[in-house]
């Protein structure tokens, strides 16, 4: 278990905490996802259907939701249409099964904002969810973006990469690369692991795409400095402040 709580403290602008609304009929995967958001210091309420999600959605008004496309009464995109009748902009964040690619395009074409597949890490949920409650701008954090490691320094909102006061400028896949070992210092991160964080969208578990990654980060952020990326031979990566 990580230690370190390193990501800021979401908060509803009033200051209270942010609400989030659980919809899946496994309950014991809500009653996960419920502790995981609840250990953010989020309020959460869960349903088992379409029908009871949307009357909760009306009682609790969350600031975000985690809908599951499959539902015992009506699917996803239906309850996502019936929520957003009352409350037009509240971020949609759905589950769907690995296979069901057609789901996730419908899901996001009709106004959904995100999506993670089965099975999914709890700290990707949380990630995406974050991400999207800040997007929306009813949230406000009580602390600063700002990731910093040895003299290596990122904003996670203005997606600003510093090292030693000079700027790199990262494509996405690597500035989500570096943040992983960001948000994860002088911890070792399997391949398997850093694939599953940041290449979670159905990848063919090529650990070789993680080693080319890794090659072209350590170009921009060590090149010329002394290496904060080390290779741990057969475990895999760890950043750590420079000697």
Same mark, same amino acid.
């Given at each position: 278990?990580?230690?370190?709580?390193?990501?800021?403290?979401?908060?509803?602008?009033?200051?209270?905490?942010?609400?989030?609304?659980?919809?899946?009929?496994?309950?014991?995967?809500?009653?996960?996802?419920?502790?995981?958001?609840?250990?953010?210091?989020?309020?959460?309420?869960?349903?088992?259907?379409?029908?009871?999600?949307?009357?909760?959605?009306?009682?609790?008004?969350?600031?975000?939701?985690?809908?599951?496309?499959?539902?015992?009464?009506?699917?996803?995109?239906?309850?996502?249409?019936?929520?957003?009748?009352?409350?037009?902009?509240?971020?949609?964040?759905?589950?769907?099964?690995?296979?069901?690619?057609?789901?996730?395009?419908?899901?996001?074409?009709?106004?959904?904002?995100?999506?993670?597949?089965?099975?999914?890490?709890?700290?990707?949920?949380?990630?995406? &969810? /974050?991400? $999207? %409650? =800040?997007?929306?701008?009813? @949230?406000?954090?009580? *602390?600063?973006? #700002?990731?910093? +490691?040895?003299?290596?320094?990122?904003?996670?909102?203005?997606?600003?990469?510093?090292?030693?006061?000079?700027?790199?400028?990262?494509?996405?896949?690597?500035?989500?690369? &570096? /943040?992983? $070992? %960001? =948000?994860?210092?002088?911890? @070792?991160?399997?391949? *398997?692991?850093? #694939?599953?964080? +940041?290449?979670?969208?159905?990848?063919?578990?090529?650990?070789?795409?993680?080693?080319?990654?890794?090659?072209?980060?350590?170009?921009?952020?060590?090149?010329?400095?002394?290496?904060?990326?080390?290779?741990?031979?057969?475990?895999?990566?760890?950043?750590?402040?420079?000697?």
């Amino acid at each position: 278990m990580n230690s370190t709580h390193t990501a800021p403290q979401l908060q509803r602008l009033d200051g209270s905490p942010v609400r989030v609304l659980v919809v899946d009929d496994e309950a014991n995967l809500t009653e996960l996802l419920s502790m995981a958001l609840r250990y953010e210091g989020w309020e959460v309420q869960t349903a088992g259907t379409g029908l009871k999600a949307v009357r909760a959605a009306k009682e609790f008004e969350p600031d975000a939701v985690v809908l599951d496309m499959m539902l015992p009464d009506f699917d996803g995109l239906e309850v996502m249409r019936r929520m957003r009748a009352d409350t037009p902009n509240v971020p949609v964040l759905f589950l769907t099964a690995k296979d069901a690619v057609e789901d996730r395009v419908a899901g996001l074409t009709a106004g959904g904002d995100d999506y993670v597949t089965k099975p999914f890490s709890l700290e990707e949920v949380v990630a995406r &969810l /974050r991400a $999207l %409650m =800040r997007r929306t701008a009813i @949230v406000a954090d009580d *602390a600063s973006s #700002l990731l910093v +490691v040895g003299d290596l320094t990122m904003d996670e909102d203005s997606h600003e990469v510093t090292r030693g006061g000079a700027s790199i400028t990262l494509t996405a896949t690597e500035f989500e690369l &570096l /943040r992983y $070992l %960001m =948000r994860n210092p002088k911890r @070792v991160l399997s391949k *398997a692991q850093i #694939l599953d964080r +940041v290449w979670n969208y159905d990848f063919g578990g090529q650990a070789n795409v993680v080693e080319l990654y890794i090659s072209y980060l350590r170009k921009k952020v060590d090149a010329g400095r002394a290496p904060m990326i080390h290779t741990m031979r057969g475990v895999g990566y760890v950043l750590k402040p420079a000697d």
